[in-house]
């Protein structure tokens, strides 16, 4: 099994950027596929990106509302999911959580493993 922890969270101006990290434990990090998804205040939890496990061909599945703006990258031997955040917009407003599952899926029942969520407010 695998826990997971975000970090990178926080306030910025629309237009700039943001790193998150997700930390995972244990040894067996690369035979997940990874995810990101966000929820805002009274809206339900909705798909950002994922990352195929390293095991094959890897490739990344985006949202349209983040795509061309969001990338999602791994770093097995730190055990680590990043998403890189730029020109950000004020709906992108949110906590966001980090994902570990079987697939890249769109659908949070679809991962097994969740962290806390790191919060990202973007201002005007």
């Known amino acids: 099994q695998v826990q997971l922890e975000e970090s990178g969270g926080g306030l910025v101006q629309a237009g700039g950027s943001l790193r998150l990290s997700c930390a995972a434990s244990g040894r067996t990090f690369s035979r997940y596929a990874m995810g990101w998804f966000r929820q805002a205040p009274g809206k339900e939890r909705e798909f950002v990106s994922g990352?195929?496990?390293?095991?094959?061909?890897?490739?990344?599945e985006y949202a349209d509302s983040v795509a061309g703006r969001f990338t999602i990258s791994r770093d097995n031997a730190k055990n680590t999911v990043y998403l890189q955040m730029n020109s950000l917009k004020l709906e992108d407003t949110a906590v966001y959580y980090c994902?570990?599952?079987?697939?890249?899926?769109?659908?949070?029942?679809?991962?097994?493993?969740w962290g806390q969520g790191t919060q990202v407010t973007v201002s005007t």
């Open positions: 994902a570990a599952g079987p697939l890249v899926r769109r659908f949070a029942r679809d991962f097994d493993y």
């Open positions: 990352i195929s496990r390293s095991g094959g061909a890897l490739y990344r």
